[in-house]
């Protein structure tokens, strides 16, 4: 047994370790155990008995919960085993609230705050209602590119497109009673920011990580700000590669557009709009960097960014508008959209990276194409050889029931290219065949 996001160890028990009992419960529960040092060693305790009695009592007075405390025994001595359940309602210690947070404990401030004591309360902070604002302040340009785009998408009926801004509005569920959400504010105010601090994103280009050449800041409403990026990535920051077919020029970016699209839309979707700070996208030479506070679903790691999985929202009410004017879907394939738009456009996989704070994802330059007529070195053979392994492996992350034609098919290579990288994989122990060839499926080991 190891420290983790529901298992915590003391040597001995202190009373400030109710805030720890606190935090578990606040989260998603767990275990304290206490008579096991750092390393997980049992140590032992010469009042176990009596702390059978105070903890509970201690932890009922002050936190108004109650917990089991059960007595272990072992050969290295006897230690206590606190057992917390998940509460559904925030539990306080002496006014504070704490939460454990991977295999840590943090006091929840300000904004954390906020948003913990909403979601106990089922609300999002997109959802929250905003005084003396109305839909006469909002942008008459903004409700009619979405008017447009619903249409255009066939997701909203005719006869709602026609009503009324105030109408709109309300079956777009972004109204309580006589106020308009914060969800509204983005996507239809003509300055946001005059009530969400930070709600626009930057771009900047860079050198080196500490030498920025330029940048631009994008401001307006949520549509605006998706529109003038695609843009400004388009026109200004990207070089496109050129080429000819006879006498036609190709002009081709570097990255595939629909991963860049798909990218600025999960950004915006799931940024963490309370934390004041912009999104932001740095370009250099050779990738592309999207950068946004934010947090993933409770338990979930990238590894579930890069399978199928289940549309959790971190802003739902924006999501609902966005996915009506066609712009994302309702599904959570749009992390999986980038690695295969990616891939399919001879990328290495994107790069996923979390810190329980913010989500980075970081794409990397085009793969140069390999003359067909021209001999490699060894060298560069077991390098390409490489790339291909991982690239079916991410492909097999997303779709444990691929067949070797599909891969083949999409990456654009023959089907013993793809038995080799298979054998490559299976060689160093990273996938496993289950269930035999037909209506069997991959099996990714852990490393």
Known sequence: MEESQNIQWKETWRDEYIKWIGGFANASGGKLLIGINDKGEVTGLNDAK???????????DILGIVVDVDLKTSLQGNYLEISVEAYPYPVSYKGQYHYRSGSTKQELK????????????????????????????????????FRTKAIKSNRLTEEIVQESNDILLEKLHLTEGNFLKRAAILLFHPDPEKYVTGAFVKIGYFRTDDDLLFQDEIHGHLFEQIEKALDLLRTKYLKALISYEGIQRIEELPFPEAALREALLNAIAHKDYSSGIPIQISVYADKIIFWNEGTLP?????????????????????????????????????????????INY???????????????????????????????????????????????????????????????????????????????????????RMGGDRGGYWKVIPK
Not at 305 to 323: G, M, V
Request: hydrophobic letters at 40%; proline letters at 5%; aromatic letters at 8%.
């Open 110 to 145: 300000g904004a954390a705050l906020d948003k913990f004591l909403l979601n106990k309360q089922g609300r999002r902070w997109d959802a929250v209602p905003i005084p003396h604002v109305s839909a006469n302040d909002l942008s008459l340009s903004a409700f009619d590119f």
């Open 346 to 432: 001879g990328l290495p996989a994107p790069v996923f990276d979390y810190d329980f704070a913010s989500v980075m994802l970081e794409i990397k330059q085009k793969i140069e194409k390999v003359p067909q007529n021209n001999t490699f070195p060894a060298k560069d053979v077991g390098e390409m050889s490489e790339k291909m392994s991982e690239k079916v492996l991410t492909l097999i992350r997303t779709n444990s029931t691929i067949t070797t034609a599909i891969l083949a098919k999409e990456l654009r290579v023959s089907t013993k290219t793809i038995e080799r990288a298979i054998k490559t994989l299976k060689e160093e122990k990273k996938i496993e």
């Open 50 to 60: 009596k702390m059978l009695e105070d903890i509970p009592n201690k932890v009922r």
């Open 298 to 342: 409770e338990n979930w790691t990238v590894e579930n960014l890069k399978q199928k999985h289940a549309s959790r929202p971190f802003n739902p009410s924006i999501s609902t508008a966005l996915f009506r004017t066609g712009y994302i879907e309702q599904w959570g394939r749009g992390t999986i959209r980038i690695i295969n738009e990616c």
